[in-house]
């Protein structure tokens, strides 16, 4: 099933106007490593990882609520593979909460690694993030820097842990190239 599933998203990935692939594989091989390092079932991780996205995959990178419409969809996508009601209902739950949105706060284990590894991914694609502020979202030298600064805040804020052990050192680069807001 999962190869399946890697297949169809890598397919979608194709030919949009960002770097999907990186962003996607980034976040599966985080949500494997952190399912591991924290014993959680890591079949769920890695499924949910590449189906966490989905929705802005089909609909673009500003689809409101992806979250939410993501984890519908991802349903149906996984009703089509497995009988398996558990697993299905596990991985929605991730999918709903993987951006920490306070509505939808992830509660289970394997949820709050996704999350963490969608945050790492950020970390370890740091051009991407800067591809998509000033070529896709067009904003200027200062609010593009800006928006950066407040964005690695945010998000190192949100991470487990084990996820921030990871991700410490990038950060630290990080916000030496980035310095302070202004
Ligand atoms: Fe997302
Ligand atoms: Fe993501």
Request: aromatic content about 8%; hydrophobic content about 35%; some cysteine.
């Amino acid at each position: 099933m999962i190869e399946k599933i890697k297949s169809m998203i890598l397919e979608l990935c194709k030919d949009k106007d960002w770097d999907w692939k990186s962003h996607i594989e980034s976040v599966v091989k985080y949500s494997k490593l952190l399912a591991k390092k924290l014993d959680a079932d890591e079949e769920v991780c890695e499924i949910s990882a590449w189906l966490h996205d989905i929705n802005k995959l089909e609909e673009g990178l500003n689809s409101k609520e992806h979250h939410i419409k993501g984890a519908k969809r991802s349903v149906e996508i996984l009703k089509g593979f497995s009988n398996d009601q558990e697993l299905i209902k596990k991985v929605e739950h991730c999918i709903l909460t993987h951006s920490n949105s306070k509505d939808n706060m992830p509660k289970s284990k394997e949820a709050k690694i996704v999350a963490s590894a969608d945050g790492l991914s950020h970390y370890e694609n740091f051009f991407s993030l800067a591809y998509l502020v000033y070529n896709i979202e067009k904003k200027d030298y200062s609010d593009g820097k800006n928006w950066l600064i407040q964005k690695y805040q945010k998000t190192w804020g949100k991470l487990i842990p084990e996820a921030k052990e990871i991700a410490k050192s990038r950060y630290e680069a990080i916000k030496l190239i980035l310095g302070e807001q202004n």
